[in-house]
């Protein structure tokens, strides 16, 4: 037997998607809400993604070097992760603060579970969650115009009037990539065409939310205050970009809409009864957590299965 | 175009155009051929004949082994040289019976029919099992026994097999275009058996051609059908075929007589009417060799037993020296270490792949990217069993439907994490179904 063919179980051949053309599939449907931001912001706001970019992928290389592990960096999910940080950030945020949040995020919520596909919680929410709970101050404060202002979101919360057309085009304070619902729409469309995303988690999601707040908004079926809520804070970004978040969101297929309907209640929730304006963040972590349970009730039914088979 | 199809299922590069423009060619074999006994699902066949015996083509040379099993015939004429195991496509050793080809092709004396009309549904399922016939697209479960439901009159609909939806693959493809008129023979002669069925041609319409010569050949046919059929993989599967079809669905615990179906593949309807009509037993099939390592790629009506290398070599041998080389398509196919192995009735293939995929690829993390579970045709989530399989868990890969599984590897095709998903669920299954057979 001099000449042995390669044998190994089939399939035989294998698609040209890798996990790493993915991620970059979803940082190029993140650079409209990207550069939308830095014109919005100014260059303090590029210099943040940036140095978030740069943290994140750092402190994984790092940290893969500490455990005598191969570096994973090529698969640019930290990239993914400094990138969404980022435009979860005030640009006034001070840089320290920033790398902090950065080492948090790909450490403590990404490598210390195992690395890519094993954390239970979106690591770039994880540390913005942090950066919110340990800088308050720092972290919602935001100014627009060289003017220190209150977010829509807020104005709404206090009963004040605001510009959903500003909030469609994105034209108001808020975090870096938060505030152009046109820019992230046009991201979410280059998601669903790549064939990243599909519509059950942020259809699901933005419905649910929709409801709630006609329910529970205490404005009755006002237009404008469900779409200045629907367009405001981060529910956009947070729908299409973060929610869909694969690790951390079910596999199931009704699992993905159980857990958009969750995220719809639990943002609509904080934002309507909670302290705060926003519940975008919270509401996504805290659903993150309920996910295994989510897909052990959705298991589905296999094809060719009868409804009434039961699993003891 | 109508376009029936399943849910699921992938898309790969269809690679057929190395092949399907080929002619079939007869090849005539030299030396000598090996026919193991096993090569079928069921009891091995038992040899009938001993060494230094002398043998003509079409003479039986093993007996079934039982009532799941069937004849082995030889397809030369010469001498029985050897019965000794022999390394088989799988890659398991199986009992085989050597025969040294005189190059003759003496015949033994076939008895045609001529008025099939006149045989008895019995008399016909008696011919299919003495001539050996067993499913040529890959399974190779004996025909007579699906022919042979518990309830024949519950049977409605005779699905012909023609999706042929394993990349490369085009010996069905040439099938339908030389020689569509056996083809349609063979479903007449099972749509005899079921008064109350009716015969539908599943192609995909990446076949225009076929799907055209088939319709301008049944359309006085008032009991056949051809349905046109999306070209996604594994169209061809029998659960997803039954499906596309009749909307009609069956899981791991059902046979397809329990949706009022048969399926059988277009090499095995024609082995039905040459068993019937002809009288002849199950000796040639078309073959074809591809893959971008092949120097002329082709298809070619092959003396079973003949060995790959043989066939390779009628093929022009390599061009290029390939990494790997497959039994079948490249989805379901098996690789092989080696090309000294016996043809058999399931060999529908020899694939030989310049560049192995497998190989090249680096497994990575999952990311739970759900790509297995939007390609999976049966809907279950790949990702979670192969994690099962790996820790060794039973009851939450049989929770999670893992036995579902039908194989067709398209999770591990899909993964953009390059993880053998169906490797794992299928060693997973059988581990399982070890463990129900000791119970």
Not at chain 1, 7 to 35: F, G
Not at chain 2, 375 to 392: D, F, H, S, V
Request: aromatic share 8%.
């Amino acid at each position: 037997m001099s000449d042995l063919y390669n044998v190994s179980s089939s399939s035989h051949i294998r698609s040209k998607d890798t996990s790493s053309r993915i991620m970059l599939y979803v940082i190029i449907a993140l650079l409209p809400a990207t550069v939308f931001g830095v014109i919005n912001f100014g260059i303090r706001a590029l210099v943040l993604i940036l140095v978030c970019i740069a943290t994140c992928v750092a402190s994984e290389w790092i940290f893969e070097k500490l455990i005598h592990k191969k570096s994973t960096i090529n698969d640019f999910s930290a990239v993914v992760t400094g990138l969404l940080l980022a435009l979860n950030l005030p640009h006034t945020l001070p840089i320290w603060q920033a790398v902090l949040g950065s080492v948090f995020a790909i450490v403590i919520v990404k490598m210390m579970f195992g690395g890519l596909g094993q954390n239970f919680m979106n690591p770039a929410l994880g540390a913005r969650c942090f950066l919110l709970v340990s800088f308050a101050g720092t972290m919602t404060s935001f100014t627009y115009d060289g003017v220190t202002g209150a977010t829509p979101l807020a104005l709404l919360k206090n009963g004040e009037s605001v510009d959903t057309m500003k909030m469609l085009l994105g034209t108001t304070a808020g975090t870096i990539g938060e505030t152009s619902v046109i820019a992230i729409l046009l991201g979410a469309v280059i998601l669903i065409m790549l064939g990243v995303i599909d519509l059950k988690i942020p259809a699901s999601y933005i419905l649910s939310f929709a409801v709630f707040i006609l329910l529970f908004g205490g404005h009755g079926f006002d237009v404008n205050y469900l779409t200045a809520h629907l367009c405001g804070g981060g529910l956009m970004l947070g729908a299409f970009f973060m929610a869909t978040d694969y690790v951390t969101s079910p596999i199931t297929p009704m699992g993905k809409i159980v857990f958009g309907i969750l995220l719809g209640v639990l943002t609509g929730l904080f934002r309507i009864f909670g302290a705060n304006a926003e519940g975008v963040s919270f509401a996504i972590i805290l659903s993150n957590l309920l996910v295994p349970i989510i897909e052990k009730f959705t298991i589905p039914r296999a094809f060719g299965q009868k409804k009434e088979v039961k699993h003891e | 175009m109508g376009f029936m199809t399943f849910k699921g299922g992938v898309h790969p590069h269809d690679g057929k155009e190395f092949s399907k423009d080929k002619p079939i060619r007869e090849l005539l074999p030299k030396g000598e051929l090996v026919f193991p006994v096993s090569q079928h699902i069921g009891a091995p066949a038992s040899p009938i004949v001993a060494v230094g015996d002398t043998v003509l083509r079409g003479q039986k040379i093993a007996e079934a082994g039982g009532f799941v099993s069937a004849p082995i015939y030889s397809s030369v004429s010469g001498t029985v040289k050897a019965i000794q195991p022999r390394r088989g496509a799988v890659g398991d050793m199986v009992n085989s019976i050597i025969i040294e080809n005189d190059g003759e092709m003496k015949e033994t004396e076939f008895s045609p029919v001529q008025d099939i009309t006149a045989l008895s549904k019995e008399e016909i399922i008696a011919k299919v099992k003495e001539a050996g016939v067993v499913g040529m697209g890959g399974a190779g479960f004996p025909t007579h026994v699906k022919l042979s439901p518990k309830e024949p009159a519950k049977i409605e609909y005779i699905i012909a097999n023609c999706a042929e939806c394993e990349p490369y693959l085009t010996a069905d493809y040439r099938r339908m275009l030389e020689n569509p008129q056996e083809l349609i023979e063979g479903m007449r002669i099972v749509l005899q058996l079921f008064d109350n069925a009716k015969g539908l041609f599943g192609i995909e319409d990446n076949k225009p051609d076929c799907i055209a010569k088939m319709q301008e050949l049944t359309q006085n046919e008032p009991r056949m059908e051809v349905c046109p059929l999306k070209t996604k993989y594994p169209q061809g599967g029998e659960r997803q075929l039954i499906y596309a079809t009749t909307k009609r669905e069956i899981n791991s615990t059902m046979l397809p007589a329990d949706a009022g179906c048969i399926v059988d593949n277009v090499e095995t309807l024609i082995s039905i009417y040459k068993a019937v009509k002809l009288g002849m037993p199950v000796m040639n099939r078309i073959f074809t060799v591809t893959g971008d390592a092949v120097a002329e790629p082709g298809n070619f009506d092959i003396c079973l037993g003949m060995s790959y290398a043989e066939v390779l070599e009628a093929a022009g041998g390599f061009k290029t020296q390939p990494e790997k080389i497959i039994s079948g398509g490249p989805m379901m196919g098996f690789s092989m270490f080696g090309l000294d192995i016996p043809t058999t009735k399931t060999s529908s293939s020899l694939l030989c792949l310049v560049k192995d995929d497998v190989a090249a690829s680096e497994t990575t993390a999952c990311i739970n990217c759900g790509r297995c579970v939007s390609a999976c045709p049966e809907q279950i989530i790949p990702t979670r069993l192969a994690k099962m399989a790996g820790y060794g868990d039973m009851a939450g890969f049989e929770k999670w439907n893992g036995m579902e599984c039908i194989e067709c590897g398209s999770c591990s095709y899909i993964c953009p994490a390059k993880i053998p998903l169906a490797q794992s669920i299928r060693t997973m299954k059988k581990q399982i179904l070890a463990e129900r057979r000791k119970k």
